[in-house]
């Protein structure tokens, strides 16, 4: 008979995604209070370190990537607390990379699951929307290197973090699902470059997920 912590283990093993899916709704759903609450950055590291440890632990990733992810963190962690342009860059590169990581992780085990269940439909759906986070930190990462890079109702985007940062995210979902309602325009070629980037990548992402998931289920039922 196995013990609790083997069945507590078990379960959350089978809905290791659920968590991170929730994880991301939580995020995103904080992000539109990061400009009058201080403390949402430190919770969203909380969450996001969940998001990319967690699967890349599940999952058995190499050891230099868990060393790479923990380097990350100390960055990003240290980008909380110095507020200086560089410092904003910095911070803004490791939760980019830290994001990266996780979606790896989590897109690598998806595709390899012999078959599909709501667990694996979260995952995909899960690195969906850590796209749309990435590209939002790409955006915030353009923005600093060349401010003007983005406008917002022909006015370019404020200098102040915090208040850029959400705008950003919300562009970034926008492209990412081609809602396109154009109050916020891609003013450089780096910005413009980013945004046909993920448009693409976003319709792209969709259809090879589908058929991937289709593939799998017809596998399994042909068997």
């Given at each position: 008979m196995a ?6 283990q078990d ?5 290791r995604?659920l968590l991170?899916?929730l994880?991301i709704l ?7 209070f990061?400009q009058?609450?201080?403390h ?10 969940g998001i ?7 999952g058995g990733?190499p050891p230099w990537?868990?060393?790479v ?5 100390g960055l ?5 607390w110095?507020?200086?342009t ?6 803004d590169?490791?939760i ?5 990581i ?5 897109l690598?085990d998806?595709?390899?699951?012999p078959l ?6 979260l995952?995909g759906?899960s690195v969906y929307?850590l ?6 930190l790409?955006f915030?990462?353009v923005?600093?290197l060349?401010?003007g ?12 973090y915090m208040?850029r ?6 562009l970034?979902f ?12 891609p003013a450089?070629?780096?910005a ?6 993920e448009?693409?990548f976003?319709?792209?992402?969709l259809a090879?997920?589908?058929a991937?998931?289709?593939s ?5 039922t042909?068997?």
């Amino acid at each position: 008979m196995a013990s609790l912590r083997e069945r507590v283990q078990d379960h959350f093993e089978r809905q290791r995604y659920l968590l991170v899916f929730l994880a991301i709704l939580a995020i995103l759903a904080a992000t539109s209070f990061v400009q009058a609450t201080p403390h949402v950055p430190v919770l969203l590291l909380v969450a996001l370190t969940g998001i990319a440890y967690g699967p890349l632990r599940l999952g058995g990733g190499p050891p230099w990537m868990q060393v790479v992810f923990f380097i990350l963190i100390g960055l990003r962690v240290t980008g909380l607390w110095i507020r200086s342009t560089d410092w904003v860059m910095v911070s803004d590169a490791s939760i980019l990379g830290l994001f990266v990581i996780g979606s790896i992780a989590i897109l690598r085990d998806v595709l390899t699951q012999p078959l599909v269940g709501i667990d694996t439909i979260l995952g995909g759906c899960s690195v969906y929307l850590l796209a749309g986070i990435c590209f939002g930190l790409a955006f915030s990462l353009v923005e600093s290197l060349k401010p003007g890079s983005f406008l917002m109702d022909g006015q370019v985007l404020t200098s102040e973090y915090m208040h850029r940062l959400p705008e950003l995210m919300y562009l970034s979902f926008v492209v990412l699902t081609s809602v396109g309602f154009g109050d916020i325009l891609p003013a450089s070629s780096p910005a413009r470059g980013l945004v046909t980037f993920e448009a693409i990548f976003g319709q792209l992402y969709l259809a090879i997920l589908v058929a991937r998931l289709v593939s799998l289920q017809s596998s399994r039922t042909t068997e």
